[in-house]
């Protein structure tokens, strides 16, 4: 072999090995360019995911916080229903609560006492603030006990605890509008009531007219 077809052999596998170098250089470089893109992508999933699942724990118990709060109010506003029933409606009692004499044993053994017993409304009754305090003046009484045996009638008597559930409007005589303090005999309601109608739970002693 002639020394100029040696040279051109020699350069042409300097040239081979050079792209081979080239190829190689690039693909690691390209390889290495994918690894930091994946790894960026990889953290900004993750920090996506960690900050998700941070609001999602914080709207949760913000939710069981507010919850807590409802619960907590209503317990603390219940009153004491005990009164005459003027009007029943499909979805609650129209009550004069007040009775105080409804109070003593056997009536009140029962929620629901007949209109013929001997009641009559406490003269001067001023209501407290206090957990529990009778009820003073007209009041509208939802979820009551249903049974087959004690079903109210108009003017019997009724002695139920209440939780404050906002108010409600009637039409008392005629066309005559009335609204009134509306109480839940069952907790857990109320409690639903309020959160859905976004109100905080309170049990003043005054009356819209």
Do not use: H
């Not at 900050?51 to 724990?57: P, R």
């Amino acid at each position: 072999m002639s020394y100029l077809q040696n040279m051109i052999t020699k350069n042409q596998v300097v040239s081979i090995s050079f792209v081979f170098l080239f190829v190689f250089a690039a693909q690691s470089a390209m390889s290495q360019t994918n690894l930091a893109t994946n790894a960026n992508a990889a953290n900004a999933s993750s920090s996506t995911a960690i900050q998700t699942f941070q609001s999602q724990t914080n709207q949760t118990s913000s939710i069981a916080e507010r919850i807590q709060q409802v619960r907590a109010a209503c317990i603390q506003n219940r009153r004491l229903i005990c009164g005459k029933i003027l009007k029943i409606l499909p979805d609650g009692l129209v009550v004069e609560s007040g009775y105080t004499n409804l109070l003593r044993t056997p009536i009140n053994r029962s929620w629901l006492a007949p209109g013929t017993v001997t009641a009559s409304r406490a003269s001067g009754l001023i209501e407290g603030n206090e957990p529990a305090s009778v009820c003073v003046g007209q009041v509208f009484l939802t979820d009551y006990p249903k049974s087959r045996l004690l079903k109210p009638k108009v003017y019997d008597y009724v002695i139920l605890e209440g939780y404050p559930t906002g108010r409600c409007t009637y039409t008392s005589v005629g066309n005559v509008q009335r609204t009134v303090r509306k109480f839940s005999a069952v907790l857990e309601k109320a409690v639903n009531l309020n959160l859905q109608e976004k109100t905080y739970p309170q049990a003043s002693a005054l009356e819209v007219k």
